[in-house]
């Protein structure tokens, strides 16, 4: 099974400072998200979302928000035919020291004892920060930066400036 392996906030969907996802009861779809959802899982791939949620344990949310707004999001994308495989989130906080929280490769590895027919040399992670590209480094994954720059040369990480172009490598 090939896989995408999308980050939520700011690669889906809209994200905004730590203090005021406390009032963020919708998510805010970024343009040409949903049609690259679209276009990856036409190409074949299945689509796990993995996501850093420190903002649960360090109280900026509760899980039960974060849950409201995942709920919101995958029913906006069934409306659109667009079946997201699984989501494993991180709800530790960026000092809890887990195994799970990006860069660390607890989710994905993770989504691998859950799914052994996941191919990890025909996979590849799609995210905003610089801990998704770092990620898929650590994973020996071939990896999308979106806006984070040129600063990872290696042959495996490519620069997108939006998430429309995600679709000329696939």
């Given at each position: 099974m090939k896989v995408?392996f999308?980050?939520?906030?700011g690669t ?19 343009p ?6 679209k ?11 993995i996501?850093?949620q420190?903002?649960i ?11 409201v707004?995942?709920?919101k999001m995958?029913?906006e ?6 079946q997201?495989?699984?989501i494993?989130?991180c709800?530790h906080?960026r000092?809890?020291g887990c195994?799970?929280i990006?860069p660390k490769?607890?989710m994905?590895?993770e ?5 052994p027919s996941?191919k990890?040399?025909q996979s590849f992670?799609?995210?905003d920060?610089?801990?998704d590209?770092?990620?898929a480094l650590?994973?020996?994954m071939k990896g ?5 720059g040129?600063?990872y040369?290696e ?13 000329n490598y696939?």
């Amino acid at each position: 099974m090939k896989v995408a392996f999308f980050d939520r906030d700011g690669t889906i969907i809209e994200d905004y400072p730590d203090e005021k996802w406390t009032r963020i009861t919708s998510p805010a779809f970024l343009p040409n998200s949903i049609q690259i959802l679209k276009n990856i899982q036409q190409s074949g791939y299945e689509i796990i979302i993995i996501t850093n949620q420190y903002l649960i344990n360090e109280g900026f949310i509760t899980l039960g928000q974060y849950e409201v707004i995942t709920e919101k999001m995958i029913n906006e994308l069934t409306k659109h035919n667009i079946q997201i495989f699984d989501i494993f989130y991180c709800p530790h906080s960026r000092t809890e020291g887990c195994n799970c929280i990006k860069p660390k490769t607890g989710m994905i590895k993770e989504a691998l004892v859950k799914y052994p027919s996941i191919k990890i040399e025909q996979s590849f992670i799609v995210g905003d920060s610089t801990v998704d590209v770092e990620l898929a480094l650590n994973m020996k994954m071939k990896g999308f930066g979106l806006g984070v720059g040129d600063a990872y040369q290696e042959k495996n990480i490519i620069q997108l400036h939006e998430i429309k172009d995600l679709i000329n490598y696939i």
